[in-house]
């Protein structure tokens, strides 16, 4: 299964591509793999509620239909509910399955718990994609910025060095935070910038499982 975060923050990128297009090569390359394997596979697109849900079937034209949706997909909501697709994955698939969740994290929510129990009924792979501009913020002045989920607008003074640091420290802690829960939950789990070779990180990880 794939659990592919459709959210609004994925429409973001500052080098060479937005996180919705990494998203997207990501569960593609896990689909043909997929097929390689002659193993099923569905889809379940998410934001704060399930968006779209594809059964699990073999085949390779149920793969270009999966990939057409990747590319095509528009959900009706913005923000994320990372712990309310876990909960649905947990009720809707019956039979052990591995099952990638790829998003960003972003999410004001907890949810650890449906983790831990989605994780003990299924093999749980969590891939986080983010850019290398959400880890920090760039010393330009006085700027506008927009909550991509929320729609919420406000001025961030980047001059200030007190501000910089804070938004930097409150990442490291963000990513402390899931990690955490990553190991706790025994949920194995890659971190992938835009601007890196994912293929190459895939690899890593599946080794790393092997």
């Known amino acids: 299964m794939l659990l592919i975060d459709v959210s ?3 429409d ?5 591509v937005m996180k919705k297009e990494i998203i997207t090569e990501l569960a593609a390359t ?5 097929i390689q394997n002659n193993d099923k596979i569905g889809v379940i697109f998410f934001s704060d509620k399930i968006e779209k849900f594809i059964p699990p079937q073999k085949g390779k034209r149920h793969i270009l239909y999966i990939i057409r949706e990747l590319i095509d997909f528009h959900p009706e909501d913005k923000e994320t509910d990372i712990s309310h697709v876990l909960k649905y994955l947990t009720n809707a ?3 052990r399955c591995t099952a990638f969740l790829i998003s960003d994290f972003i999410d004001k929510g907890n949810f650890k718990d449906a983790l ?4 003990r009924k299924h093999d749980v792979v969590a891939i986080q994609v983010y850019d290398q501009r959400e880890t920090e913020l760039p010393d330009v002045g006085l700027m506008k910025l927009k909550d991509a989920e929320t729609g919420l607008e406000q001025w961030v003074d980047t ?15 963000r990513q402390d935070e899931m990690n955490d829960a990553f190991k706790k939950c025994r949920v194995d789990a890659v971190s992938i910038r ?3 070779d994912y293929v190459r990180s895939l690899i890593t990880l599946f080794d790393k499982r092997n």
Do not use: M, P
């Open 12 to 16: 973001f990128g500052t080098v060479n």
């Open 8 to 10: 609004g923050s994925r």
């Open 194 to 196: 835009t601007q890196d």
């Open 93 to 95: 698939i019956k039979k």
């Open 30 to 34: 896990l689909a043909f793999s997929a």
């Open 116 to 119: 831990t129990i989605a994780n």
């Open 159 to 173: 001059s200030s060095r007190a501000v910089r640091n804070a938004y930097s420290d409150w990442w490291k802690q």
